[in-house]
């Protein structure tokens, strides 16, 4: 091998490690392209769950959950979720659509950076979709383990409230379809691996369709 290939392979070695190495949301390097709006609408398209065998106990249930999350939505305008909140919240949005997305911002900041364009125009279009039409989404901001638990949950919070706030301006979506939520390094993506940067991500989750009560 001359020394120009082994440059050029040990070059390639690089970008490939780099690739890897910012990972931020899809697992993989080969899954590093930016998604596309269709990508995002599929992963956060409802599903259709019908049950005949639904008790009173179920209705009474799903009545304190979509309380839960009303009272969420109208908090996260103007404050941060509490913790308890913020579990109750986890609890009834573990199992429903969502998508991780890597959304860049500036270091140690909230302040959406230049790269991270392209992606939220994805993200603005695909909520905007009929398909998607009276859904409420959870922002979620995550954090990798790297600092303290509150400084973490606070630029989480930031950065979630960052990308709701682009959202309402650039694409004109309703305030009260979004609920902005910060974990910090609570629901790390890889525990294995606590400073991976997969962790550092935003989650993006359809929370079921708007109440009668919130319109």
Do not use: C
Not at 2 to 24: C, D, E, P, Q, Y
Not at 31 to 43: F, G, K, M, P
Not at 186 to 197: G, I
């Amino acid at each position: 091998m001359t020394a120009s290939a082994a440059k050029l392979g040990t070059t390639i070695a690089a970008a490939v490690l780099a690739g890897v190495l910012t990972s931020t949301g899809v697992g993989s390097a080969l899954a590093q392209a930016a998604l596309t709006e269709d990508q995002i609408l599929e992963a956060l398209k409802p599903r259709i769950t019908r049950s005949l065998t639904a008790t009173p106990a179920d209705r009474a249930r799903a009545d304190e959950e979509q309380r839960i999350i009303d009272d969420a939505v109208h908090q996260s305008q103007t404050r941060p979720l509490s913790p308890a909140q913020r579990d109750q919240v986890a609890a009834i949005t573990k199992e429903k659509p969502k998508i991780d997305l890597e959304i860049y911002f500036d270091y140690k900041s909230a302040a959406i950076s230049a790269r991270a364009v392209p992606d939220l125009a994805a993200l603005g279009k695909a909520l905007k979709n009929p398909d998607l039409a009276g859904s409420v989404f959870m922002i979620a901001g995550h954090t990798d383990a790297k600092g303290s638990e509150q400084y973490n949950l606070s630029l989480s919070e930031r950065r979630a409230d960052a990308v709701k706030r682009y959202l309402i301006e650039k694409f004109g979506l309703a305030a009260d379809a979004l609920m902005s939520v910060g974990y910090g390094k609570e629901q790390l993506k890889d525990r294995a691996n606590p400073y991976a940067a997969e962790n550092r991500r935003v989650q993006v989750v359809n929370v079921g369709l708007k109440s009668a009560a919130s319109k």
